[in-house]
T-cell receptor
């Protein structure tokens, strides 16, 4: 597709379960970013990838959160042993590099019961 | 103003009027700035960007102004339309640290 694609669009799961969120960036974009947005809040940076490596993981809130990117394209964000405070919209963005606009997907809305 | 939880600053304008949304950024070393528009249930949509070597940039119906002296960014929307109703975020970036830092957002409400 032409834009950043995220799946699933919505995910409801029970506390303690693991979840995996997927992001397909725009073709040719080397950098990929994950952000989290809680209800009515701004965007909180989680992690970014340049190619397959993650130079900055500083935003991951705990060791329950991890992400990987393979083939310089698709990325998955995994949250283990989910907690209710993990409920948020998880947004993915991609761009061609530094000082280029990041283009966002429509996010995965995660609800932890 | 600052947002607290769901209480984003709100700007209400009449359809056809011009809108000005303001943003104070935090890092004097930031050299790249972006405005995004976010509609309910969607991801942020890129509107316009500006680099620190400029103080003004114009797009279609939008203008971004940058005042580095007071670390202030503004977005002007000409002839505001109902479709402009959304939450607007400014974001800053320092080229040595690529993740964007977002402001808390302003809700624009257009009155028909």
């Amino acid at each position: 597709g032409a834009g950043v694609s995220q799946s699933p669009s919505n995910k409801v799961t029970e506390k303690g379960k693991d979840v995996e969120l997927r992001c397909d960036p725009i073709s040719g974009h080397t950098a990929l970013y994950w952000y989290r947005q809680s209800l009515g809040q701004g965007l909180e940076f989680l992690i970014y990838f340049q190619g397959n490596s993650a130079p900055d993981k500083s935003g991951l809130p705990s060791d329950r959160f991890s992400a990987e990117r393979t083939g310089g394209s698709v990325s998955t964000l995994t949250i283990q042993r989910t907690q209710q405070e993990d409920s948020a919209v998880y947004l993915c963005a991609s761009n061609k590099g530094v000082n280029q606009p990041q283009h966002f997907g429509d996010g995965t809305r995660l609800s932890i019961l | 103003g600052e947002s607290v939880g769901l209480h984003l600053p709100t700007l209400s304008v009449q359809e056809g009027d011009n809108s000005i949304i303001n943003c104070a950024y935090s890092n004097s070393a930031s050299d790249y700035f972006i405005w995004y528009k976010q509609e309910s249930g969607k991801g942020p949509q890129f509107i316009i960007d500006i680099r620190s070597n400029m103080d003004k940039r114009q797009g279609q119906r939008v203008t971004v102004l940058l005042n580095k002296t007071v670390k202030h960014l503004s977005l002007q929307i000409a002839a505001t339309q109902p479709g402009d109703s959304a939450v607007y975020f400014c974001a800053e970036n320092y080229s040595g640290n690529t993740p964007l830092v977002f402001g808390k957002g302003t809700r624009l409400s257009v009155i028909a």
